[in-house]
């Protein structure tokens, strides 16, 4: 037990060497959201409940990502740190009741102001939004590690961000996409010391399937609270 032990932590300080481990490392200590029932002689509640703080943390951790793309992302890595900003100083306000993402939606939507151009509804938007950007990236890396860098950004990008955003953010995007690195610069500043391929490749599918299930959640409750559809300002 005690060598398992030793071999576990040992292969978590391997993880703890690259954005993508690190990453996986907060996803899989973020409780997916839960729903719970609950039933009164009157009514019947649903309180669902996703971590606002790890969210957050992951969040970050995408921003060490869209760094190794260089430049190209600045406009998106600046959007996710004000929406992190903006969800931070909410939960400042009251780190009890807003330790759920879900309160703070839901307040929100109480008070008529999710759509407002600084709500904190919008930020979770694009928190969303740029995590789909990562996993639309991810997915097509792990499905070739040699396939074209600019492509695959530009393909991610087209999918999951450029529907929502401005004809200003998108032609600035087609303007930086010029600087995307090549995929070998990519994958070798994603890895860690002495990681070959397959251990970036496997990595970046453990990332994957932890993401897929925590995006579908969000979805479904940025749906709920009609704010999924919401364009930049």
């Known amino acids: 037990m005690k060598r398992k032990r030793c071999d576990m932590e040992e292969a978590t300080k391997k993880k703890k060497m690259t954005a993508i481990g690190s990453a996986i490392e907060e996803l899989s200590v973020l409780s997916i959201a839960k729903t719970t029932i609950v039933t009164t002689k009157t009514e019947t509640t649903n309180i669902i409940s996703l971590p606002l703080k790890p969210l957050l943390a992951f969040c970050k951790l995408i921003v060490q990502v ?38 703070i939606l839901r307040k929100e939507a ?31 890396l792990v499905k070739d590690m040699s396939q074209n860098m600019q492509q695959a950004v530009e393909e991610s990008y087209n ?3 450029k529907p929502w ?33 397959q251990m ?22 940025l749906e709920l609270y009609e704010v999924h559809k919401l364009k930049s300002t």
């Open 200 to 221: 970036v490749q496997d990595d970046i599918r453990s990332l994957i399937s932890l993401l897929i299930p925590l995006l579908s959640q969000l979805h479904s409750i």
């Open 66 to 103: 869209l760094d190794k793309i260089g430049p190209t992302m600045a406009v998106l890595r600046q959007d996710i740190d004000q929406n992190i900003q903006r969800l931070e100083k909410m939960w400042e306000t009251d780190p009890i009741v807003y330790s759920n993402l879900v309160e």
């Open 165 to 197: 955003h401005g004809w200003i953010s998108c032609a600035a995007f087609k303007v930086a996409l010029k600087l995307v690195p090549n995929n070998n610069t990519f994958i070798n500043v994603l890895a860690g010391k002495d990681e070959s391929y």
């Open 110 to 140: 109480k008070e008529g102001s999710s759509k407002k151009p600084k709500s904190c509804s919008r930020a979770a938007v694009w928190l969303t939004r740029a995590m789909d950007f990562t996993l639309a990236l991810l997915q097509r």
């Open 159 to 161: 999918l999951t961000i």
